[in-house]
Each structure stands twice: as C-alpha cells, then as structure tokens.
C-alpha cells in the first residue's frame, strides 16, 4: 500500500491489468480446492444472508445522507471472502475447509447479485435494467466463475497442468502484493486529481469502513460459534477482497467509494494481526 501511493502515478497506467490480476488469484485459490471437499453447512446460508441483505441495510440507512459514503460502506459489506484468508484461519486453529468453501459460495453469490444490486444502486442505475444488469455480469462473472471452472477442469483432464498450478500456488501471495499496490495508486491519483474534494467526507468513509469491519468480525465469530466455526465464520465475513472490492467500485460505483475497502485493507490486517499475536502470546505460556 505504501509502494502504491509512493509510486501512484505509476501504478494508476497499470490499472487495466487488475481483472486478470484477481483472475489469477482466484484461479491459484480454486486449484486447491476440489469438488469433493466442498461441504455446504448452515453457517454459510446466515453468511451469505448478512453479506446480501447487510449490503443493502447499510445502504439505504445512508443514501439519503450520502451516495457515496453509501456506496462505500455498501461494498465493504458486499465484498467476497478473501483469498488469502484460508491461511490466516488455519493459523488460527480454524477450519480451512469451512472457509475455503464459503470463498467459492461467495464469489458466485458475488457474481450473481453484484450486478442486480450495481445495476439499482449505481450510475449504471441510469440504464434500463437489463441493458445494465447484462453490462455488469459480463466483467463480474467471467471474473469470478471461470477460474473455478478451469481448476476444476483441470484437476479432471489434465492433472499434470494442475499440478504445476499447485507447485505456483505460493505465488497467489505475491500477486495480491501488486494488485493491492495498483489498486492504491489508482485510487490515491484520483484523490489527488479530484478538483473539489471533500476531506470530511473521506474520513468518514474511512472511519465506517472500520466499524463496519469490527462488526463484520464479530458477528461472523458470534454465528460461527452455534456451529463450532467461530474462527472460520469470522473469517469468512470479515477478511475481504479488498483488491475486488476496490475494482468493482471503481469501475462499477463512485470512484471515492473505493477508499471504504481501500481503508477496510488496513483495518483487517490490524485486526488479524491482533489475533495472531493473542494466538502466539497464548501458546507460550
């Protein structure tokens, strides 16, 4: 993040190869998983239930006040699972399982609804309906279905392809580094090219986004621990894809929306910091 808002003019000119950034990402994540492995439970119905309609209640409980600063705690909510959060969850002793399989159920939720709901709340929302829904799913969905679709083609036609695949998967960490660095840039150019902005309202957006990610942890942690996930379940609703949260509000919504999961990028590793440290402390004793 530091890199991307050094270098911001640099890496604003390299914005467009952000979706095939996430696309690798997410390609290296689904090899990993295969179809045996996933296993529905109920805690990933309460999940995807908060994401969708949690989405929308924090939106039209600021809309009125703001557009943007809707938009931006809409998206923090929104956002997917993210990638890298089935490391962090077996770090702390939770189910990788769990997880990993709600970051598939996720971004095909994702692919499914983020079009409707970009479609009503968003600029596109000038469009009719189905002109904009169809605009939307076409770069959502590719996107986000088929890296899954290719994983699991390879793991059934060609398995030494997947297994090369899997030898690079480490590389998945290394390519979140750059994207995360891309997307910084783009949004730290736009702040600086904006002619009148509004440094309250970027705060506010900013301190949101930090609520809402407490919130998003806790709550995760509280359903997941009726089902013996609480790791996992909050994990899986407060470790976002900043990277494809940031994308999809700047391409899909108020570019000044994308600093909600642009500060949301800080305030998880914080958090998951914390717990890490709590986790280690705890061991050595």
Known sequence: ML???????FFNHLSVVIPYLIFAMLLLTFAKLTPRKVRFSPLHIWLVLIQLVGCLVVYFLLYKTDTVWAESALICVLAPTATSAAVVTGMLGGS?????????????????????????????????????????????????????????????????????????????????????????????????????????MELLIAGTSLIICLLQFYGGKKIGSIYNKRISGGQALGQKNTVLAI???QTFLSPVASLGPAAYVLWQNVFNSWQLYRRRKNFSK
């Open 3 to 9: 890199t991307g808002i050094v270098f911001y003019r």
């Open 96 to 200: 990788v399982a769990c997880l990993t399989t709600y970051t598939l159920i996720g971004n095909l939720m994702i692919a499914i609804a983020a079009p409707i709901i970009f479609s009503l709340v968003g600029p596109q929302s000038d469009l009719a309906f189905l002109d904009s829904f169809l605009k939307i799913l076409s770069k959502v969905a590719p996107l986000l279905i088929t890296p899954l679709l290719i994983a699991w083609f390879m793991q059934r036609f060609t398995p030494k392809a997947h297994q090369v695949i899997l030898k690079w998967n480490h590389m998945a960490f290394y390519i979140w580094t750059v994207a995360l660095a891309i997307v910084t840039g783009k949004t730290v150019s736009f702040l600086v090219d904006q002619k009148n902005p509004n440094v309250g």
């Open 247 to 249: 994308w999809m509000a």
